[in-house]
């Protein structure tokens, strides 16, 4: 006979601004809306010098 396979749990919805750092066992989904540009280390430290 084969052997019962253990239940799943039910999943549980959250945001993203809702995770805590140090947490685990997130599966995540998500939708990108906005992006900012943000400057390479390199062209940031030739702008301040």
């Given amino acids: 006979m084969a052997e019962a396979k253990p239940g799943l749990r039910k999943p549980t919805f959250t945001k993203v601004e809702q995770l805590r750092p140090g947490t685990s066992g997130h599966t995540l989904?998500?939708?990108v809306v906005n992006t900012k540009m943000?400057?390479?280390m390199r062209?940031?430290?030739k702008s301040i010098c």
């Fill in 29 to 31: 989904t998500v939708k």
């Fill in 43 to 45: 062209e940031m430290i």
């Fill in 38 to 40: 943000v400057m390479q």
